[in-house]
């Protein structure tokens, strides 16, 4: 299944989600042929998305808020009813999705951006350039994913968008100008006299 022309695995295809079922493994990966259009949007997919998305971005970054739009739509958040979609773009092509998930335990719920990033560093890839957020009001990332996010992108792009579509590109390095990372820690592990 592509969307967008980038390929599904085999588990997204139509009679897996007929079925219910999402399991997957690895991310999306981007073909090699040039991306398609609009016209090749599932009809779910043309449901949710706004129209004020085509035509303003780059193919590529349309793709990830695109997807970002998609993920907001799976959110499970019966609590806060705030509903977050995002996609990630690793170097390597691959886009990994992530959505929010609530519990009724709140400090238990995790942020779609974290489930992007814990996904993509599940299948192997620990380097990316792009995350696209989609929330009803274009907000930015909590602190936790700045956090996470810049353990493994310090200058990663994200591009924030509402449920209007409009987007707002900004930076990690802007929204967390002085991040705690693995330098932070060797200054704990040295020996004394070293």
């Known amino acids: 299944m592509f969307l967008l022309g980038l390929k599904f695995s085999k588990p997204y295809g139509p009679k897996r989600r007929e079925e219910g079922g999402f399991r997957r493994r690895g991310g999306y990966r981007a073909p090699k042929r ?19 998305v ?3 971005l780059p193919m590529e970054d349309r793709v990830l808020v ?3 739009f998609l993920m907001r739509e799976r959110a499970y ?10 996609a990630l773009l690793s170097v390597s092509g691959q886009v990994f999705t992530g959505c929010n998930v609530e519990n009724a335990v709140y400090p238990l719920g995790l942020c779609a951006e974290r489930v ?3 996904k993509a560093i599940s299948e192997g890839e620990h380097r990316f350039t792009t995350i696209a957020i989609a929330t ?45 990372g693995p330098g932070d820690l060797k200054a704990v592990h040295r020996q004394p006299g070293t």
Do not use: H, M
């Open 54 to 56: 085509e035509g303003v």
């Open 116 to 118: 992007a990033v814990f």
């Open 34 to 52: 040039p991306l398609r259009g609009a016209d090749d949007l599932s009809d779910s997919a043309e449901k949710i998305l706004p129209n004020s």
């Open 66 to 68: 695109e997807l970002a």
């Open 77 to 86: 958040a019966p609590y806060s009813g705030y509903r977050v979609g995002a």
């Open 136 to 180: 009803e009001n274009g907000g930015t990332p909590c602190g936790a994913c700045r956090q996470v996010l810049s353990e493994f992108a310090p200058d990663l792009r994200i591009l924030l968008v509402d449920a209007r579509g409009t987007v707002r590109e900004t930076s990690l390095r802007a929204l967390l100008p002085e991040p705690f």
